[in-house]
């Protein structure tokens, strides 16, 4: 098992970042925010991965850490993130939010209509 060269782990870990930037629509400038964020937008294996990775970058950044890194463990992490974000479609992802949140603001309004209603109809003592 030979471990990654630090210049090849902050490749892989940007290319994650780039593409959760891009499907996921956040913001973020490294792989642990990517990890914080996307916590709950993703499955919990993937979310794993990307601790995983986070993880992998940290230990890449100390010289006595780099060779605790397992390559396979860290080529399956990658694997799994890059494979979950490029099927993410980022349209579809948009329209079910604004579907969401339509449905949302539909119910609101029916409820208050309701809740006048019922108020008009209780102050003219029918």
Partial sequence: MIP????????MTDRVV??????????????ATVSSKAARRVP????????ELAETMARVEH?????KMEAER??????LAV???TSVDARARR?????????ALTLRLLVIVAVLGVIV??????
Avoid: C, M
Avoid at 4 to 11: I, K, N
Avoid at 44 to 51: E, I, Y
Avoid at 95 to 103: E, I, S, T, Y
């Fill in 4 to 11: 990654y060269h630090p210049d090849t782990v902050r490749q």
């Fill in 44 to 51: 919990r294996p993937v979310s794993a991965a990307l601790s």
């Fill in 18 to 31: 780039a593409l959760a930037n891009e499907r996921l629509g956040l913001r973020a400038k490294d792989i």
């Fill in 121 to 126: 109809y209780w102050r003219t003592g029918s």
């Fill in 74 to 79: 860290v080529a399956r992490s990658y694997d």
């Fill in 83 to 85: 494979r979950y974000l």
């Fill in 63 to 67: 010289p006595k850490l780099q060779g």
């Fill in 95 to 103: 329209r079910q939010a604004f579907l969401r949140w339509a449905g």
